[in-house]
């Protein structure tokens, strides 16, 4: 059964969203809890890197065409969703969403709760908003061929169109969009990026403390110990963090630019292996090295980023080529 209510706590409003399922052992109980006091949405709280917001803004002033985010649930796909609507919100613009659930009210957008039970879809609630003259269009996810071809329609008519899809890394939204029968074409020529991001667990601040990497371990995992050494913060664990070494998260980012010879080997249909390979070529830099970037930081650990990055199977080979984190932005413990 699923089903909702909504809790105050201080000065705080909590819509929370539960599910319940009958197990050998009991009902099995899951709560999502989603704050509905006013949130800031601004670039700060995505905390990217000088290239990565450089990139991203650029994306954000184009006119139309469609920008995808990839990744698995709670991820922070919606929170780097929201971030991007409040950047580009103004009276000159009209945003429409259509979302399920509508997780935090922006104000100035028009915001649509997608509904089942009254066969009111994503495919549905975009083909309907398209008649309200919106300027910017957000679709929680792509989930199906129909939005996906309304979503591009959209966008070749003018629209800058934002939307989800679940999938292990940013090539990996190409190769799903393709395996919908999308049409390489469109793909190629209305996708603007696809953007791939994961969380990872930041270091407890009470129980840091520095460990000396070995070197084999280091050269297995492809980390770039010429420019970054072996010595990094991990926690020890206190009981502050539950003897995890950890407390809160932070994002790591991959973002896949549709570059011209990228376009010519999605033209093809290429596979992606061989698309992840070109992209990271022209520049990507990958969910793993941007994890690097945390490590060099002190914001997290090494042992973090191969935990959630372990489907980066061409990582390894790659690092060499690629170009190292900033050495200035690695963190020392005073």
């Given at each position: 059964q699923d089903g909702r209510m909504n809790l105050q706590a201080g000065t705080q409003n909590i819509d929370v969203r539960v599910s319940t399922i009958p197990t050998v052992n009991g009902e099995s109980i899951s709560l999502r809890l989603l704050s509905r006091s006013e949130q800031q949405f601004g670039f700060d709280r995505l905390d990217l890197s000088g290239k990565q917001e450089k990139i991203i803004r650029h994306l954000l002033a184009q006119p139309n065409g469609i920008i995808l985010l990839t990744g698995p649930t709670g991820c922070g796909k919606s929170t780097s969703l929201y971030c991007f609507l409040s950047s580009i919100n103004s009276i000159q613009r009209r945003i429409i969403t259509v979302e399920e659930p509508v997780e935090y009210r922006i104000p100035g957008v028009s915001q649509i709760?997608?509904?089942?039970?009254?066969?009111?879809?994503?495919?549905?609630?975009?083909?309907?908003?398209?008649?309200?003259?919106?300027?910017?269009?957000?679709?929680?996810?792509?989930?199906?061929?129909?939005?996906?071809?309304?979503?591009?329609?959209?966008?070749?008519?003018?629209?800058?169109?934002?939307?989800?899809?679940?999938?292990?890394?940013?090539?990996?939204?190409?190769?799903?969009?393709?395996?919908?029968?999308?049409?390489?074409?469109?793909?190629?020529?209305?996708?603007?990026?696809?953007?791939?991001?994961?969380?990872?667990?930041?270091?407890?601040?009470?129980?840091?403390?520095?460990?000396?990497?070995?070197?084999?371990?280091?050269?297995?995992?492809?980390?770039?110990?010429?420019?970054?050494?072996?010595?990094?913060?991990?926690?020890?664990?206190?009981?502050?963090?539950?003897?995890?070494?950890?407390?809160?998260?932070?994002?790591?980012?991959?973002?896949?630019?549709?570059?011209?010879?990228?376009?010519?080997?999605?033209?093809?249909?290429?596979?992606?292996?061989?698309?992840?390979?070109?992209?990271?070529?022209?520049?990507?830099?990958?969910?793993?090295?941007?994890?690097?970037?945390?490590?060099?930081?002190?914001?997290t650990t090494i042992e973090e980023v191969v935990r959630v990055t372990q489907t980066d199977e061409v990582m390894a080979e790659t690092t060499e080529e690629a170009g190292p984190v900033v050495a200035g932005e690695a963190a020392e413990i005073h």
């Open positions: 709760d997608v509904k089942p039970e009254i066969d009111l879809t994503f495919a549905k609630g975009l083909r309907h908003l398209l008649r309200q003259d919106p300027n910017v269009v957000m679709v929680g996810e792509i989930r199906d061929v129909e939005t996906a071809d309304i979503a591009i329609r959209a966008a070749m008519t003018g629209h800058l169109v934002f939307s989800t899809l679940h999938t292990n890394d940013a090539v990996g939204g190409i190769t799903r969009l393709l395996d919908m029968d999308v049409e390489p074409f469109l793909l190629s020529s209305v996708v603007k990026a696809f953007i791939a991001q994961r969380l990872v667990r930041t270091i407890c601040p009470d129980c840091v403390q520095m460990v000396d990497y070995p070197r084999d371990y280091l050269a297995e995992i492809g980390f770039p110990v010429k420019e970054l050494g072996t010595r990094f913060r991990r926690g020890a664990g206190c009981d502050q963090c539950r003897q995890t070494g950890y407390q809160g998260r932070a994002a790591i980012y991959e973002i896949c630019l549709i570059t011209e010879p990228l376009r010519k080997l999605i033209m093809r249909k290429r596979d992606g292996g061989e698309l992840k390979q070109c992209a990271i070529t022209e520049g990507m830099e990958t969910l793993r090295q941007d994890g690097w970037r945390r490590v060099a930081q002190g914001k």
